[in-house]
């Protein structure tokens, strides 16, 4: 009953959509003082299946998204996931096919391939940012549920502590809470150590109640597997599959995300202010 309950709720939200659309595009224009183009109008329908139809929410994420495009065009950041391709090929960042024991994606990040001759740490965060933005783009799904995180610390040097930008982490806080315009429902974070620790500390006092409640520093792997079943995961995260194996990484969810050049190009121009 659950589920025909909420099938129905589903497609009753979608029937209302065009509409939904008109009331978020109204509202930005009146109290935000944005026009959006039509051509946004998907994005639009995307970040009300985020906020659950909520029109003041919607508009108010719209607009924490375009500040957050804002920003990155001010990091002179590079908005093609081609250009991170030895991240992304190299597993560094990658999406599992394994889901949470909640039904969620799983996005997984691990410090430790971070070469930071190769890609600083403003390009680290673009490259985690495409990903996570190209999932919830891609999935109506995720745009009503949202997606888990799992960021893996082991190999984690000083070099990449001291790689890390603090004056960034403040913006990190604000792009984690509202500038993917999606759900991350969950953080889990394995193989920390104190240095990240203190490193979280100093961000932990910017980020809203919701989203502590949601980052998770797991002491062993165990407690890990209370939110995600090891049986699709890694060996190195106590699973028993292969790192790169088809049944592990979402390999056609990447090769996707390699072609979005354009579309994160598209995304750009449609969101900076036009001088």
Known sequence: MENKNAHRDYVKAEKLMPSRIKEVRALLKDKHGLDVPHECNEFIARCLRTKDGALDKTAKLVVAFRQ????????????????????????????????????????????????VEKMNFDEA??????????????SMDVQRNGFAIVFDLSNTTLRHAWAMKHWRLLSLAMWMQSGIAGRIKAIHVVFHSKIIRTIYAAVKPFLKEKMKKRIMFHDNLDCLHEYIDPKGLPDFLGGKLEPSSDDCIDKHFMKRLLQQDAYFKDMTVRSLPTK
């Not at 673009?126 to 190209?134: H, I, L, T, V």
């Open 125 to 138: 965060i673009f490259a985690c940012w495409m990903m996570g933005q190209y999932l919830v783009a891609d």
């Open 68 to 115: 957050t495009i804002i920003d990155f065009e001010k990091w002179d950041a590079k908005l093609q996931p081609t250009l991170f391709d030895h991240m992304y090929n190299s597993h560094a960042i990658s999406g599992f096919l394994q889901r949470d024991r909640e039904g969620h994606p799983i996005l997984y990040f691990t410090v430790g391939k971070w070469d």
